[in-house]
């Protein structure tokens, strides 16, 4: 079966009747198609730390208790193109065992295997950037086969749950 991890963009979309979501460590990406032609001015969004409401031309399309919070100030929406209404949510809690496993409290879950991949993805996030803040000592003891600690084709197995192991207690 072949993962839904896109190579190029980097995230594991979990993908709904109106578009998609995804999330790094510190963000979540929505992505709402709407109908070509749509102008700003038919866009109602709503933004809080916990809720989440986006209307087009007076129609709901999106409403709810957001799965855990974010920082509101930082939330941001655009129009693309006329067409794509992209949403940027800041997560309050930025580790890797912050993995939404759905949007919204009661919708668009993620179904399991793209729930795995979501956090295998978080997990490998943190593994480059812990990486990258240790000295070049302790990142060849720890990544020796990974040059350049580019992640990107890294395969994780056993436990990555909750953000995987604390690999700084190595260090002492």
């Known amino acids: 079966m072949a993962a839904p991890f896109e190579e190029r963009s980097g995230v594991v979309p979990c993908r709904t009747a109106w578009g998609r979501w995804y ?7 929505v992505e709402v198609h709407v ?3 749509t102008r700003a001015k038919d866009v109602s969004c709503s933004l809080q730390s916990r809720h989440l409401a986006l209307a087009v031309g007076g129609r709901q399309l999106l409403q ?3 799965f855990d919070s974010t920082i ?4 941001t929406w655009t129009l693309e193109d006329r ?4 949403i940027v949510l800041m ?10 496993t759905s949007l919204l409290e009661n919708d668009y ?4 295997w793209v ?19 240790r000295s070049l000592i302790t990142a060849y003891i720890l990544f020796a086969r990974n040059p350049g600690f580019d992640f990107s084709g890294a395969e994780i197995s056993g436990n990555y749950s909750k953000g995987g192991p604390d690999f700084f207690s190595l260090e002492k």
Do not use: Y
């Open 83 to 86: 067409k794509l209404i992209r």
């Open 115 to 133: 729930q795995d991949q979501m956090q295998r993805k978080l997990t490998l996030e943190r593994f480059q950037r812990e990486a990258s803040q």
């Open 109 to 112: 879950a993620a179904d399991p």
């Open 91 to 100: 997560k309050t809690n930025r580790d890797a065992g912050n993995c939404w």
């Open 64 to 66: 709810g208790k957001l």
């Open 35 to 37: 109908p070509p032609g």
């Open 23 to 29: 999330q790094t460590l510190e963000e979540v990406f």
């Open 72 to 75: 509101a100030d930082e939330g």
